[in-house]
């Protein structure tokens, strides 16, 4: 399914089992040979369970032109500094999640909780893990659950590290694009 340049869509992830997890709204940027850019101004706002935040930054998100177990996220400039980045503020997030889904306009996909993630200052981490764990055995994931993150978590940490696309600065394009729209 495709989705015209400036179309409006809601983003709704869970975790296993169906509880709700993050929600937010994004206008499509467009696609290129990665997949589908989903823009996110600044004050775009995240509401869970419990919690909401406004992001005072330019980002865009990447939905894998593929049926990719993630979902990968690029920040125009640096901002919370983060403890686990040597206090770095991150420039890529890229959730493990099941194979994202469209109904319409609502994109959806389950957090499966292991994250890649790299700094402004080129270190990469994989969060999580220890929660991944806790939900294999809380939430009852699959076996084929369990591989397709793990393997998705493995190729994504060697691209990010590598340098490899889209985790080359493709989404430089694709933040130019999103700050026209303002």
Request: proline residues 4%.
């Amino acid at each position: 399914m495709t989705h015209a340049p400036g179309t409006r869509v809601r983003c709704e992830m869970t975790k296993w089992g169906g509880t709700p997890h993050w929600e937010y709204d994004a206008v499509v940027l467009g696609e290129d040979e990665h997949g589908l850019w989903l823009g996110f101004a600044a004050g775009t706002t995240y509401t869970r369970p419990g919690h909401t935040f406004v992001l005072d930054i330019d980002h865009v998100g990447l939905v894998p032109a593929a049926d990719a177990w993630h979902l990968a996220t690029f920040y125009a400039v640096e901002g919370t500094r983060w403890p686990l980045l040597e206090d770095s503020a991150v420039e890529v997030y890229v959730d493990m999640t099941t194979p994202a889904e469209w109904d319409g306009t609502t994109l959806r996909a389950v957090d499966l909780d292991l994250d890649v993630v790299r700094g402004f200052n080129g270190m990469v981490i994989v969060d999580d893990e220890d929660e991944f764990a806790e939900h294999q055995v809380a939430y009852g994931y699959p076996d084929e659950v369990v591989a397709g993150a793990r393997a998705s978590c493995e190729a994504v940490l060697a691209a990010v590290r590598g340098g490899h696309a889209p985790y080359d600065g493709a989404s430089r394009t694709w933040l130019e694009v999103l700050s026209a729209l303002r």
